[in-house]
């Protein structure tokens, strides 16, 4: 599997925005519990997946996805404090 850098900065820039802004945010004002990404893959004109189309290039660097998703964990535990 390959990296394609070009499409990293803009996806990770997208997901930055999602988890820092919306989903903290409803995680924080009214203490969702959980969150499931469905998109893994692109899938025909959609391009907010993981990996590619055809699967062969992984786009955004995993561990800034997981260093977001604890970010995510950590405004949950501010709520359940």
């Known amino acids: 599997m390959s990296r394609v850098p070009s499409l990293s900065s803009p996806f990770l820039l997208g997901f930055d925005?999602?988890?820092?802004?919306?989903l903290a945010g409803v995680i924080r004002d009214s203490g969702l519990s959980g969150a499931i990404y469905t998109q893994t893959t692109d899938v025909e004109n959609e391009v907010n997946g993981f990996l590619t189309y055809d699967?062969?290039?992984?786009?955004?660097e995993l561990s800034v996805v997981a260093e977001h998703n604890r970010a995510v964990i950590a405004?949950?535990?501010?709520?359940?404090?």
């Open 17 to 22: 925005e999602i988890e820092r802004v919306q």
């Open 55 to 60: 699967r062969r290039v992984l786009k955004p």
């Open 75 to 81: 405004a949950g535990r501010v709520v359940s404090g």
